[in-house]
């Protein structure tokens, strides 16, 4: 795992924003900031492929989602927007839930835990607990999540890899996600029904792509 590049770093930026701190009513408009500052640090030194090659995972994936949730579903909810940022802290860096928990709070630590994929657990295993477990809020991060991944997929030379992670988007993500719409209830619903709209239309963008590569291959 990557992210903090050493102790100092860590507690450094811990203490400054605990300094700031998102667990009073005054605090939370600087929550949003708090988070990007944060989750910045986190994913320091991270890359993932995108139309320019190997570009920051940060400004990359984080951003990507966080800007699906604000600029195309309209999130105002800080809630959301902080998780959002959260996201992969936990799973991809070595940050703890502990410190989610200490710097944002307990619900945001459970949130960000509902979307950590844990060690040792499946894609089906961890799927099947957030969809499960997940309320409206945390089911569409899930869906822009997934969203932004799909969008950016076919930058990947792997195609044998795209194709189960298209699969695994039907299994994982359409059929659980329908198999829990009517527990989810009103909150949220047309930003989750537009998300679920989005990545159909998107595997089959992604689909047309692989089937051309396949035929020219042949």
């Known amino acids: 795992m990557q992210g903090f590049t050493n102790t100092a770093d860590r507690n450094e930026t811990i203490s400054y924003i605990e300094e700031c701190g998102c667990q009073t009513e005054a605090a939370e408009a600087d929550c949003v900031k708090t988070a990007m500052a944060f989750a910045r640090q ?55 839930f502990e410190e989610i928990e200490k ?70 993500i359409l059929d659980r996600l329908e198999q829990v719409k009517d527990n989810l209830g009103e909150n949220y619903a047309s930003e989750i029904s537009m998300l679920k709209d989005k990545i159909i239309e998107q595997l089959a963008v992604v689909q047309a792509e692989l089937d051309k590569k396949r035929e ?3």
């Open 103 to 172: 710097i944002f709070g307990t619900d945001i630590r459970d949130h960000v835990y509902l979307l950590s994929k844990l060690e040792g657990e499946t894609f089906s295993d961890y799927s099947k607990r957030l969809f499960d477990h997940a309320p409206a809020q945390v089911v569409m991060i899930k869906l822009a999540d997934r969203l932004h991944n799909l969008r950016t997929i076919l930058f990947v030379s792997n195609r044998k890899w795209i194709q189960r992670k298209v699969n695994q988007t039907y299994t994982d």
């Open 216 to 218: 020219t291959i042949q």
């Open 42 to 96: 986190c994913h320091q030194g991270q890359t993932r492929l995108g139309r320019d090659g190997k570009v920051p995972y940060y400004d990359e994936h984080i951003l990507g989602v966080y800007h699906i949730l604000k600029d195309e579903c309209h999130v105002e909810d800080e809630t959301v927007l902080v998780v959002a940022l959260l996201h992969d802290t936990v799973e991809d860096t070595d940050c703890t």
